[in-house]
T-cell receptor
Framework: DAGVTQSPTHLIKTRGQHVTLRCSPI?????VSWYQQVLGQGPQFIFQ???????GRGNFPDRFSARQFPNYSSELNVNALLLGDSALYLC????????????FGPGTRLTVT | AQSVAQPEDQVNVAEGNPLTVKCTYS??????LFWYVQYPNRGLQFLLK??????LVKGSYGFEAEFNKSQTSFHLKKPSALVSDSALYFC???????????FGKGTRLSVIA
């Protein structure tokens, strides 16, 4: 079975630009969560979606937004990129909102220059 | 609010020796506890979880963890370390409700041949 997939694998953006990251959950999973992992730190929660509705939001500015589509895939959008947005962005899926366990994709490495 | 502490940034162990990676947590209510492993340039891989039941949890690749409620700890263990176990290990916690995972900052395990 395919695991969680994310695209693109890597990308480089310039400060002030916009970026869209994509995630496809494991088949049958209806919940998607997004995490930001800055180098040397543990992942930090950004958003959780379940059945296309936002179910949780972490302490991130309004420049970060997300959505979930009818097929349960998800997009994370970041506007007005800052150097500090450089990180590994991880998507995780679970059967329903809250788990119990989440399965992570390989991540998208975003570099902002 | 939930929190996780991984007191060691780095753990070094000789191949064949037992290993322990420490984790303590704080959560209101009953904890759901998880261990994940991350290899270079990869996402997080689920190792094991504690939800309820036996305090000794067995997981993937010979890893196990012991839940200790009185000490609020969930240390990861393996009887005999392999060089291939060298990676970054994350402990995570959430409560019984629909809350996101809170991760520790990670412990880098280095197994020396």
């Amino acid at each position: 079975d395919a695991g969680v997939t994310q695209s693109p694998t890597h990308l480089i953006k310039t400060r002030g630009q916009h970026v869209t990251l994509r995630c496809s959950p494991i088949s049958g999973h209806k919940s998607v969560s997004w995490y930001q992992q800055v180098l040397g730190q543990g992942p930090q929660f950004i958003f959780q979606y379940y059945e296309k509705e936002e179910r949780g939001r972490g302490n991130f500015p309004d420049r970060f937004s997300a959505r979930q589509f009818p097929n349960y895939s998800s997009e994370l959008n970041v506007n007005a990129l800052l150097l500090g947005d450089s990180a590994l962005y991880l998507c995780a899926s679970s059967l329903k909102g809250g788990g119990p366990e989440q399965y992570f994709g390989p991540g998208t490495r975003l570099t902002v220059t | 609010a939930q929190s996780v502490a991984q007191p060691e940034d780095q753990v070094n162990v000789a191949e064949g020796n037992p290993l322990t990676v420490k984790c303590t947590y704080s959560v209101s209510g009953n904890p759901y506890l998880f261990w994940y492993v991350q290899y270079p340039n990869r996402g997080l891989q689920f190792l094991l979880k504690y939800i309820t039941g036996d305090n000794l949890v067995k997981g993937s690749y010979g890893f196990e963890a012991e839940f200790n409620k009185s000490q609020t700890s969930f240390h990861l263990k393996k009887p005999s370390a392999l060089v291939s176990d060298s990676a970054l290990y994350f402990c995570a916690v959430r409560d019984e409700g629909n809350t996101p995972l809170v991760f520790g900052k990670g412990t880098r395990l280095s197994v020396i041949a």
